[in-house]
Structures are given as C-alpha cells and as structure tokens.
C-alpha cells in the first residue's frame, strides 16, 4: 500500500467515525503530522476523498469535512434494500449449496461483536461492525457488482449514523441476528425478506433520531 493510499484509508476512517466531524477545517500540516508523512500523500488523499464527496475543497481555504449528505439517505436506502436483498439471498443459495458453514460462522462472529460493542457502549465500534456486517454479506454473496456497490453506500450511511445518531441500538443487532438465521435456512426468499424489512427498520430509526 502507497503512503498516499494509507492517509486516504485514515483520514476517511476518521471522517466515518467522527473524529473528524463534518465543517472541522483539516490543514495538510496538520494531517501530515497526524498521519506521519509528507504533505505529499496528504494532498492526494485530500483530493481523492473530496472526489468521494468526505471532503470539501474551497480555493484560498483549503480542505474541511464535508456536511454529512443526509438529504440524500432516502435514495441511498432504496439502493440499499434492492441490493442486499440480492445478496442475502445470494448467501442463502450458498447455504442451500452446502458452501455456508464458515459464511454463517462469520456472519455470526460480527453479530456477537456488535451485542458486545452495545454493552460496552462504544458507538464507533458499532457503527463499524455495522458496516462489516453488510458488507461481509455483499462479499460472501460472491456478487461482486453488489459488493462495489454497496461498500460505498454503507460508508455514507455509516457515516450519518455515526455522527447524528449516538448508537446502533438493540433493535439492529437483533434484526442482524434474524438475517443471519434466515440466510443459514437456505432460504432465499426469507433471506431477502428479512434483510429488506431490516433496511426499512433503519430508515425509519434514522428518520426518528434526527
């Protein structure tokens, strides 16, 4: 990994988890000292995450943290229902196939992590394993399009929940316990089904916490 790809790793991992929160100008002297490098690497990282939309670039201002798009949630939850019900069902083609046992335990693994990341009342971390749940089902989906796809719009969903809502409750956790029991069925259609009413869960949680 090139230095430049290493900044642009953490500096977007700091804008996802709110460390550096949305209008916080970020100077390249500060974020090579953060991160420590050169201004060099910085400035393509700066660059490459305001071309994802993390950053805003203004001429004589430099670089600051972009307003998280909540305007846009709405669009990016349709997106996401449609998709993860494609790789939910994918999943439990895989398990009807007899190729599940390491895809269930994993899915599994990552549900027991955000149960205990709730108890230990440590949002970032859940908002990450969030992230980790959804995105392990894009790829052991094997759908690969949809992994592409659905990583980017978990990370803005992931970001809007980890700096306006102070937690992935209970209700999520549960509902990501109810997918992974529907996806160990083999069950395609109740694998879909369970991840799309899940999806709607969390817009209508987001939509209340705000």
Request: contains cysteine; aromatic residues 4%; neutral net charge.
């Amino acid at each position: 990994m090139s230095a430049a790809d290493r900044v642009t790793a953490a500096l977007r991992q700091d804008v996802l988890d709110g460390v550096l929160p949305p209008g916080s100008r970020i100077p390249e002297a500060v974020l090579a000292q953060r991160y420590g490098t050169s201004r060099v690497p910085v400035r393509e990282a700066v660059r490459a995450l305001a071309a994802e939309g993390f950053l805003e670039l203004r001429p004589h201002a430099g670089a600051s943290v972009a307003q998280v798009p909540v305007d846009d949630l709405a669009d990016l939850y349709a997106v996401r229902s449609v998709a993860e019900g494609i790789t939910a069902a994918r999943c439990a083609r895989r398990v009807a196939a007899g190729q599940g046992d390491e895809l269930v335990a994993e899915l599994t693994r990552i549900v027991d992590a955000g149960f205990a990341a709730l108890e230990e009342d440590r949002p970032a971390l859940g908002a990450a394993l969030n992230t980790e749940f959804h995105a392990s089902i894009a790829s052991l989906s094997q759908a690969r399009s949809m992994a592409v796809l659905l990583r980017r719009v978990g990370e803005q969903i992931q970001w809007a929940y980890s700096t306006t809502v102070p937690q992935q409750g209970r209700r999520a956790w549960t509902e990501h316990r109810r997918i992974v029991t529907a996806i160990a069925s083999g069950d395609e259609a109740r694998a879909s089904a369970a991840m799309e009413k899940h999806i709607e869960a969390s817009r209508r949680s987001f939509r209340g916490a705000r």
